[in-house]
């Protein structure tokens, strides 16, 4: 059955909601200067009374981070017990091996340029990423933005993508669309954001629908 990762929570109650619903990975924001930021000590906050609520076990807790210092990070995953570390900036392959959790490498496709070179360009990212053992996010590439924009790419290349590796797919997906997301470009799971917001806030009724939609698409 699909993946699906809730990103960008702020607070204990939408990450509740979004467990109870079936997502299996729950995403929270570490990147300087972005609308979804929280410090390491609402972090540990939101996480902890999550913990304490929840109970053991349940969805994988991801860290978003980009372009900061790696002690940070590591800092960051002990403290809050993050399982992933997803690296949304340009960081050096030689540094994604000493994160202390699990990388998500993302990677952003582009589509200011031919389809076939962008997908070239996808899949070498790719190749690199997995031969490292690590984990595949794709998202819409933006100038000037480290991901998070709302806004789809083209599908198609992420389905030649998933031929080869497992990718989570992200970038304009929401409980209308994910369904024919998944059906297109059959990855291994799916993030969502802003597809899940009403005003800039989680919508406890979308993550919902979210989660239902993406579970119950139809692989083929």
């Given at each position: 059955?699909?993946?699906v990762k809730i990103c960008g929570l702020r607070d204990t109650e939408h990450a509740l909601i979004a467990a109870e619903s079936g997502a299996d990975l729950l995403g929270f924001n570490f990147v300087e200067g972005v609308r979804r930021q929280l410090t390491e000590a609402a972090a540990f906050d939101v996480i902890s009374a999550y913990r304490d609520r929840h109970g053991v076990g349940g969805p994988g807790l991801v860290g978003l981070f980009a372009n900061q210092p790696l002690e940070f990070v590591n800092r960051v995953v002990r403290q809050c017990g993050m399982d992933y570390a997803q690296l949304c900036?340009?960081?050096?392959?030689?540094?994604?091996?000493?994160v202390d959790?699990?990388?998500?490498?993302?990677?952003?496709?582009?589509?200011?340029?031919?389809?076939q070179e962008a997908l070239a360009k996808v899949l070498t990212?790719?190749?690199?990423?997995?031969?490292?053992?690590?984990?595949?996010?794709?998202?819409k590439h933006q100038a000037g933005a480290l991901g998070g924009t709302g806004k789809s790419f083209d599908w198609t290349i992420a389905e030649q993508v998933a031929r080869d590796y497992d990718i989570l797919l992200a970038g304009g997906l929401d409980p209308e669309?994910?369904?024919d997301a998944i059906s297109i470009a059959r990855p291994w799971g799916v993030d969502v954001s802003s597809?899940?917001?009403?005003?800039?806030?989680?919508?406890?009724?979308?993550?919902?629908?979210?989660?239902?939609?993406?579970?119950t698409a139809d692989l083929g």
């Amino acid at each position: 059955m699909i993946i699906v990762k809730i990103c960008g929570l702020r607070d204990t109650e939408h990450a509740l909601i979004a467990a109870e619903s079936g997502a299996d990975l729950l995403g929270f924001n570490f990147v300087e200067g972005v609308r979804r930021q929280l410090t390491e000590a609402a972090a540990f906050d939101v996480i902890s009374a999550y913990r304490d609520r929840h109970g053991v076990g349940g969805p994988g807790l991801v860290g978003l981070f980009a372009n900061q210092p790696l002690e940070f990070v590591n800092r960051v995953v002990r403290q809050c017990g993050m399982d992933y570390a997803q690296l949304c900036g340009d960081e050096p392959l030689e540094y994604w091996g000493d994160v202390d959790a699990t990388v998500i490498r993302q990677i952003r496709v582009r589509d200011d340029i031919e389809r076939q070179e962008a997908l070239a360009k996808v899949l070498t990212a790719v190749g690199e990423a997995v031969s490292g053992g690590h984990i595949v996010l794709l998202d819409k590439h933006q100038a000037g933005a480290l991901g998070g924009t709302g806004k789809s790419f083209d599908w198609t290349i992420a389905e030649q993508v998933a031929r080869d590796y497992d990718i989570l797919l992200a970038g304009g997906l929401d409980p209308e669309n994910v369904s024919d997301a998944i059906s297109i470009a059959r990855p291994w799971g799916v993030d969502v954001s802003s597809g899940v917001e009403t005003d800039g806030a989680k919508d406890a009724s979308k993550i919902r629908a979210f989660v239902e939609a993406a579970k119950t698409a139809d692989l083929g």
